[in-house]
């Protein structure tokens, strides 16, 4: 969700460009849970920066409150190792062939990037969909080549990351459409063998679908379109704090109102209530669009029908207790379970907000968030176990 819809595209451009994290240098000081700082400004009082040490809760309250005043850095650096490949459009590469302008920057929309760890094999996949309110960003912006990047890392994957449509220009269902046939794409269509080209037309073994924010909802969206010849070697579904309720229905989006005071909730979307969450859904949906498709499972899986869940593959859903859509995925996961579904998993994280798998670097306070780190790790344990 992030706050996209209360700025331009251009505004929210410059405004991720200017925060530039630092890389850190992490050493463990008495266990896993305290850093010692690499690196800042000398402090009024002429100690040495160096000496000083925050604890993991430190360093949470202090990205929350970063978060809060809008001054937060997400990831940029990639993971070492991971071979990026930009495929364009064209009949080899992913199929989308318009122009589209975003405020003063024309990019050739529907390109899309593989981003391939050392050792992968090409026929194990993961097809990854960006957030940003179905308003902002692209697969080359440095903080999902960062995020991509290190999800192709962890789990040993090929990992394509499209660039979908977005609105204004192109509402609702352009985006769920461009997720589905990129779906059906990465089934046939794997990174380029030796030799050259952006791809290769093999059948994969396993494919993973994975998407934050907005990309979470999309990529459950996209799993519930498919039929069952596509399905077949879908290995899991993954939603990095979702956004699958475009109605903003949830309990929590009242009992996790970011409160200055004491540190807790969603610092990300601080201010944020029922009211703007719709109003910042009908970016997608087109005004009045909540009414008219916001309960629709292609835009809020929320809602899908219990025939559809059921025909979800594995899913993984990790959310912050922070966050304004926690009860989103708990409330899904919960639902899944009931309808019997074999393999439904949903992990909270204490003291997390939206999105926190972006600051694994620690929003630019120079020693890494564990619990980003805690969460990637987690995902590639789970994908490992469910590979063929």
């Known amino acids: ?131 940003g309110s179905y308003v902002v960003y692209a697969p080359q912006d440095a903080v999902y080549r960062s995020l991509a990047s290190r999800l192709a890392s962890r789990c040993g994957l090929c990992v394509l990351s499209i660039d979908y449509r977005l609105a204004p220009e192109h509402l609702f269902p352009a985006a769920f459409e461009d997720a589905s046939a990129a779906l059906k794409w990465i089934q046939q269509h794997g990174p380029p063998e030796e030799g050259g080209g952006t791809s290769a037309k ?80 009908e970016g997608y949906l087109g005004r009045g669009g909540v009414e008219r498709h916001g309960r629709d499972w292609r835009a809020s899986p929320f809602f899908a029908s219990p025939k559809r869940l059921r025909s979800l593959p594995s899913v993984l859903l990790q959310v912050g207790d922070f966050e304004l859509i926690l009860d989103e995925s708990v409330l899904l996961q919960q639902r899944l379970r009931k309808l019997g579904h074999p393999d439904a998993e949903v992990t909270v994280y204490p003291r997390m907000w939206h999105c926190w798998h972006q600051y694994e670097e620690g929003s630019g306070l120079e020693q890494p968030l564990l619990q980003a780190r805690k969460a990637l790790r987690d995902l590639a344990s789970w994908v490992s176990a469910r590979k063929s």
């Open 202 to 281: 093999k059948l994969a073994k396993d494919v993973f679908v994975c998407g934050d924010s907005a990309g979470g909802g999309l990529a459950l969206a996209a799993c519930l379109s498919q039929p069952a010849a596509v399905r077949r070697n879908i290995r899991g579904v993954i939603g990095l704090s979702a956004w699958a309720d475009l109605t903003a229905s949830t309990p929590s989006y009242e009992s996790r109102q970011w409160c200055a005071d004491t540190l807790s909730g969603d610092a990300v979307n601080a201010g944020v209530d029922r009211i703007s969450g719709k109003e910042e859904a």
């Open 1 to 131: 969700m992030r706050r996209a819809s209360k700025m331009s595209y251009d505004v929210f451009r410059v405004d991720r460009r200017r925060k530039t994290a630092k890389g850190f240098g992490e050493r463990t000081v008495e266990g896993e849970d305290v850093y010692k700082l690499e690196s800042m400004k000398k402090p009024a009082s002429g100690a040495l920066a160096s000496d000083r040490r925050l604890t993991q809760r430190q360093l949470e309250s202090a990205i929350l409150r970063q978060c809060a005043a809008g001054r937060d850095r997400l990831d940029r650096r990639m993971a070492k190792g991971v071979k990026i490949i930009s495929v364009r459009p064209s009949r080899e590469g992913f199929p989308r062939k318009w122009f589209r302008r975003e405020g003063r920057r024309m990019t050739m929309r529907g390109s899309a990037e593989w981003y391939i760890p050392p050792k992968a094999d090409g026929t194990r996949r993961m097809l990854f969909l960006h957030g």
